[in-house]
């Protein structure tokens, strides 16, 4: 396929959106800037900058510690159980506490009791480094005795699906994955993974921090046990802003918090000296939540449900697909490599683009040419595509000046630069 190399068509896609009114709900300062970075950072809600205003003005500034009987204190179930709705859970398996990777240990050494006598943790060199780091370190913790068996992708872009399938077996006590890959965008397969873990009697751990708000999730229907997710990404939940995690309903009861506070002790305001883990989801908290970054996750999550998963989906991939047509014809010539599959059926919402002068033409994009894509090592331009505001055109000038930076050679005074955070 072909497609129209101009702005005009790419302005035509956008008339055709049925979503693309939504743009307006994000505060945009800077309306040449190109964002592309919504899988790292969520743009800002409009209605959270309103209510960050309300919330440390009035909340917090005229009703002070009556806050807490005036909502602060279900916060994190009430927000959880909206994000519910958007990985196919019910409203009693997702609270938000913490961070993910602090998610993740709890989850993790949970699991990992439940599966006394079991000594294999499975995971691959495609995941986040922080969940792998958070394994290491639990596994060091309990004493050593776990392996963790990594799977490696033969090709750096999909998941390693078969060696994963062969490392399964009766001492596996978890399989944890990224569901949505952070360098390469690689979706795997859920119920399909899950249902193999199963058979050899393992848990399923699955970090949705990469597909929540961008691909429909469906915890329920694939069986998982255990997940958890990020609130600053696809949710546009702000810097920061705390985490979620998921646990099947029939889970709840057996599974224990590692790190036991009181937030999650059954009456807390008894002050009793032993601990007691709350009935439900509530004995995942540990400490007092951070009211003023949780509740502001809640009008980012209000977008996403008014403007559908499925149909967020759809302009995902038409919007991918776009980027990669243009690719193709534009930047392939210009010694741009595609580092993330070809197959939308398991792709995420965001497009690796290599280039051997990669870190370069990134900084020359967010320096000069009024791009912010993100940089992953080694060569990676990462491209994210946040459906509910990012628009076709957004992809064709971004497009059109990846060709300029190298077509100008704009990243050679970049060469030997190093920024801290890319
Ligand atoms: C972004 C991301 C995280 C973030 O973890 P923090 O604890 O918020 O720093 C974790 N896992 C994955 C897969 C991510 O994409």
């Given at each position: 396929?072909?497609?129209?190399?101009?702005?005009?068509?790419?302005?035509?896609?956008?008339?055709?959106?049925?979503?693309?009114?939504?743009?307006?709900a994000?505060?945009?300062?800077?309306?040449?800037?190109i964002?592309?970075?919504?899988?790292?950072?969520?743009?800002?809600p409009?209605?959270?900058?309103?209510?960050?205003?309300?919330?440390?003005?009035?909340?917090?500034?005229?009703?002070l510690?009556?806050?807490?009987?005036?909502?602060?204190?279900?916060?994190?179930?009430?927000?959880?159980?909206k994000?519910?709705?958007?990985?196919?859970?019910?409203?009693?398996?997702?609270?938000?506490?913490?961070?993910?990777s602090?998610?993740?240990?709890?989850?993790?050494?949970?699991?990992l009791?439940?599966r006394?006598?079991?000594?294999?943790?499975?995971?691959?060199?495609l995941?986040?480094?922080?969940?792998?780091?958070?394994?290491?370190?639990?596994?060091?913790?309990?004493?050593?005795?776990?392996e963790?068996?990594?799977?490696?992708?033969?090709?750096?872009?999909?998941?390693?699906?078969?060696?994963?399938?062969g490392?399964l077996?009766?001492?596996?006590?978890?399989?944890?994955?990224?569901?949505?890959a952070?360098?390469s965008g690689?979706?795997?397969?859920m119920?399909?993974?899950?249902?193999?873990?199963?058979?050899?009697?393992?848990?399923?751990?699955?970090?949705v921090?990469?597909?929540?708000?961008?691909?429909?999730?469906?915890?329920?229907?694939?069986?998982?046990?255990?997940?958890?997710?990020?609130?600053?990404?696809y949710?546009?939940?702000?810097?920061g802003?705390?985490?979620?995690?998921?646990i099947?309903?029939?889970l709840?009861?057996?599974?224990?918090?590692?790190?036991?506070?009181w937030?999650?002790?059954?009456?807390?305001?008894?002050?009793?000296?032993?601990?007691?883990?709350?009935?439900?989801l509530r004995r995942?908290l540990?400490?007092?939540?951070p009211?003023?970054?949780?509740?502001?996750?809640?009008?980012?999550?209000?977008?996403?449900?008014a403007a559908?998963?499925?149909r967020?989906?759809?302009?995902?991939?038409?919007?991918?697909e776009?980027?990669i047509?243009l690719?193709?014809?534009?930047?392939?010539?210009?010694?741009?490599?595609?580092?993330s599959p070809?197959?939308?059926?398991?792709?995420?919402?965001?497009?690796?683009?290599?280039?051997?002068?990669?870190?370069?033409?990134?900084?020359?994009?967010?320096?000069?040419?009024?791009?912010l894509?993100?940089?992953?090592a080694?060569?990676?331009?990462r491209?994210?595509v946040?459906?509910?505001?990012t628009?076709?055109?957004?992809?064709?000038?971004a497009?059109?000046?990846?060709?300029?930076?190298v077509?100008?050679?704009?990243?050679?005074?970049?060469?030997d630069h190093?920024?801290?955070?890319?």
């Amino acid at each position: 396929m072909t497609i129209p190399l101009d702005a005009a068509y790419a302005d035509q896609l956008d008339a055709a959106d049925d979503l693309a009114g939504l743009r307006q709900a994000f505060v945009n300062d800077e309306p040449d800037l190109i964002y592309l970075d919504g899988n790292s950072l969520g743009r800002l809600p409009r209605a959270t900058a309103d209510l960050a205003a309300d919330l440390v003005r009035r909340q917090w500034g005229t009703r002070l510690i009556r806050g807490w009987n005036e909502g602060w204190f279900e916060l994190p179930e009430r927000i959880g159980a909206k994000i519910a709705r958007l990985i196919g859970a019910e409203p009693d398996e997702v609270i938000v506490a913490d961070s993910t990777s602090v998610n993740l240990f709890k989850l993790v050494i949970a699991a990992l009791r439940a599966r006394p006598g079991r000594e294999r943790i499975i995971s691959d060199d495609l995941n986040f480094p922080s969940d792998l780091y958070i394994l290491q370190g639990v596994a060091d913790l309990l004493g050593g005795r776990h392996e963790i068996a990594m799977a490696y992708s033969s090709d750096g872009i999909h998941g390693p699906v078969e060696t994963i399938l062969g490392l399964l077996d009766h001492n596996t006590a978890l399989l944890t994955l990224s569901h949505v890959a952070f360098k390469s965008g690689f979706l795997y397969d859920m119920p399909a993974l899950t249902a193999a873990a199963h058979a050899v009697g393992a848990l399923v751990l699955w970090d949705v921090s990469h597909s929540v708000g961008a691909v429909p999730i469906n915890l329920s229907e694939s069986g998982a046990d255990l997940a958890i997710g990020c609130c600053y990404k696809y949710l546009n939940g702000g810097p920061g802003a705390p985490a979620f995690l998921y646990i099947r309903r029939d889970l709840q009861a057996q599974l224990v918090n590692p790190i036991a506070g009181w937030m999650g002790q059954r009456n807390l305001f008894n002050f009793d000296l032993d601990y007691e883990p709350a009935p439900g989801l509530r004995r995942f908290l540990t400490g007092t939540p951070p009211v003023v970054s949780l509740a502001l996750i809640e009008p980012g999550v209000d977008l996403l449900l008014a403007a559908g998963i499925d149909r967020l989906r759809a302009k995902s991939l038409a919007q991918t697909e776009y980027l990669i047509e243009l690719w193709q014809q534009r930047l392939a010539p210009l010694g741009y490599t595609l580092n993330s599959p070809r197959d939308p059926a398991r792709r995420g919402s965001h497009i690796s683009l290599g280039h051997p002068e990669g870190l370069g033409i990134d900084l020359a994009l967010i320096n000069e040419l009024g791009v912010l894509p993100d940089f992953r090592a080694p060569d990676n331009i990462r491209l994210g595509v946040a459906p509910i505001y990012t628009s076709f055109r957004d992809i064709y000038t971004a497009v059109e000046r990846m060709a300029q930076a190298v077509t100008e050679q704009r990243y050679l005074k970049y060469r030997d630069h190093r920024p801290a955070v890319t």
